[in-house]
Structure formats: structure tokens, C-alpha cells
């Protein structure tokens, strides 16, 4: 490894302790983190979604190794996990922030469309959670049934339902519109509550009660 190559790792770290993390941009934290600024610059350049890509795309780079394609994927995760705010039993939910907040990092990454309902009692503190369906690249086949058996269970008195769309984009599609009208309506036939109806995606997240499709809001 060349002096300039060590000197450059060395004063990125002096610069991160100095002036804090703000003044190193993206391909600066990845060539630090990485041990091989160049790399990082490289991997930055290639593509946005760089902790996505594949061998193939990335094997030309210099510096690159199955070791690094490790490294890639670990950071990737962790910056996931440590993004989430796993929500706790008994946490009162506010606002569809904190469950996105809790959310979103997990279920953006899924390549597959992924059905989660939370369980809540009459004052919204969190009793369960619950992972009801996974469907395919693009869909996700949901009866109330299955959402509601786990909440009966839980003698729930409110629930929020949410998934992701492996697309990236959060718009509600007419299927996402139609499946919340019936869990509405099964919920007040049953004396479960729908608090809300969530799509969570890489790109953002949509609440239907926030934006008035949740019947009834």
C-alpha cells in the first residue's frame, strides 16, 4: 500500500475526529470505512445503490475483492439495523412516524412484498407484532382473516397494518386502497379498529390516514 494511499486514510480520520462526520460526503465515509479511499470514490461513482450491486458490476473496480463484496453487505445491513427503531412492548404509537421509523429500514430491503399488523390495546401501546403474508416480487395475497386471527388472539382493541413495496416506489395502488377497505370494514364488524394503513419503500412511505384514505378519516 503506497504512502499516499496510507496518508490520505490518515487525514480523512483526522478530518472526521476534527469536524465531525457531516464533512466527509458519501464516497469519503465508504473509502474510510473501506481502508481504500480510492475504491470508495469508485463504488460511489458506479452507482447510487451501490450496497446492492452485484459481483459482476463491481468486479472490475480497483481494489475490489470477495472480501470487500462481504464488507459491502455487512455495512449495508448494519447501517440498516441501526436505523430501525424496533418498536417495544407496551410503546404508545403517537403518529405514523414512529412506525416507520421502526419499519421502513427493514421492510424496504425486502425483495419481496412482505404484510405486517400491529396489535394495540385502547390506549395504542403495542401488544404484538406480526408477519401475516409474504407474496412475490409485486404482490402480496392478504385475507382479513389472516390479519385478524393473530389480533384476536392478542384481545387487540386497535390495529395498523403496513407493507412494503420491493418497487421503491410508496404510491398506493388500487389493490393497497382495496385491501384497507376491507380490513376497515371487517375491523368494525369484529371491534378491531384500523388505526392505519401503511407503504413503506426505499423511496418514502405513504399513511392512509395522513393522506384521508383510511375510510372514515
Same mark, same amino acid.
Given at each position: 500500500?503506497?504512502?499516499?494511499?496510507?496518508?490520505?486514510?490518515?487525514?480523512?480520520?483526522? @478530518?472526521?475526529?476534527?469536524?465531525?462526520t457531516?464533512?466527509?460526503? *458519501?464516497?469519503?465515509?465508504?473509502?474510510?470505512?473501506?481502508?481504500?479511499?480510492?475504491? %470508495?470514490? +469508485?463504488?460511489? %461513482?458506479?452507482? $447510487?445503490?451501490?450496497? *446492492?450491486?452485484?459481483?459482476?458490476?463491481?468486479?472490475?473496480? $480497483?481494489? &475490489?475483492?470477495?472480501?470487500?463484496?462481504?464488507? =459491502?453487505?455487512?455495512?449495508?445491513?448494519?447501517?440498516?439495523?441501526?436505523?430501525?427503531?424496533?418498536?417495544?412492548?407496551?410503546?404508545? =404509537? @403517537?403518529?405514523?412516524?414512529?412506525?416507520?421509523?421502526?419499519?421502513?429500514?427493514?421492510?424496504?430491503?425486502?425483495k419481496?412484498?412482505?404484510f405486517?399488523?400491529?396489535?394495540?390495546?385502547?390506549?395504542? #401501546?403495542?401488544?404484538? *407484532?406480526?408477519?401475516?403474508?409474504k407474496?412475490? =416480487?409485486?404482490?402480496?395475497?392478504?385475507?382479513?382473516? *389472516?390479519?385478524?386471527?393473530?389480533?384476536?388472539?392478542?384481545?387487540? +382493541?386497535?390495529?395498523?397494518?403496513?407493507?412494503?413495496?420491493?418497487?421503491?416506489?410508496?404510491?398506493?395502488? $388500487?389493490n393497497?386502497?382495496?385491501? #384497507?377497505?376491507?380490513?376497515?370494514?371487517?375491523g368494525?364488524i369484529?371491534?378491531?379498529?384500523?388505526?392505519? &394503513?401503511?407503504?413503506?419503500?426505499?423511496?418514502?412511505?405513504?399513511?392512509?390516514?395522513?393522506?384521508?384514505?383510511? $375510510? %372514515?378519516?
Open positions: 500500500m503506497s504512502h499516499r494511499h496510507e496518508d490520505e486514510i490518515r487525514r480523512l480520520a483526522r @478530518q472526521l475526529l476534527l469536524t465531525g457531516e464533512s466527509l460526503s *458519501e464516497a469519503e465515509l465508504l473509502g474510510l470505512v473501506l481502508h481504500h479511499p480510492r475504491l %470508495g470514490r +469508485a463504488l460511489v %461513482g458506479l452507482s $447510487p445503490d451501490w450496497a *446492492e450491486a452485484d459481483h459482476d458490476l463491481l468486479d472490475h473496480l $480497483p481494489g &475490489f475483492t470477495d472480501e470487500r463484496l462481504a464488507q =459491502l453487505r455487512a455495512l449495508a445491513e448494519l447501517a440498516r439495523r441501526l436505523s430501525s427503531k424496533p418498536l417495544s412492548l407496551g410503546q404508545p =404509537l @403517537q403518529c405514523s412516524d414512529a412506525v416507520v421509523s421502526a419499519y421502513r429500514p427493514k421492510l424496504a430491503a425486502f419481496q412484498e412482505v405486517v399488523v400491529i396489535s394495540l390495546n385502547n390506549r395504542n #401501546c403495542v401488544i404484538a *407484532e406480526h408477519i401475516v403474508a407474496g412475490s =416480487l409485486d404482490s402480496v395475497g392478504i385475507h382479513p382473516r *389472516e390479519v385478524f386471527r393473530p389480533l384476536l388472539r392478542d384481545a387487540a +382493541a386497535r390495529a395498523i397494518a403496513l407493507h412494503n413495496h420491493p418497487s421503491g416506489d410508496p404510491t398506493p395502488s $388500487p393497497d386502497t382495496a385491501i #384497507c377497505r376491507r380490513l376497515h370494514e371487517t368494525k369484529i371491534g378491531i379498529a384500523l388505526l392505519d &394503513f401503511l407503504v413503506v419503500a426505499r423511496e418514502g412511505s405513504v399513511s392512509f390516514r395522513d393522506i384521508g384514505l383510511l $375510510p %372514515g378519516t
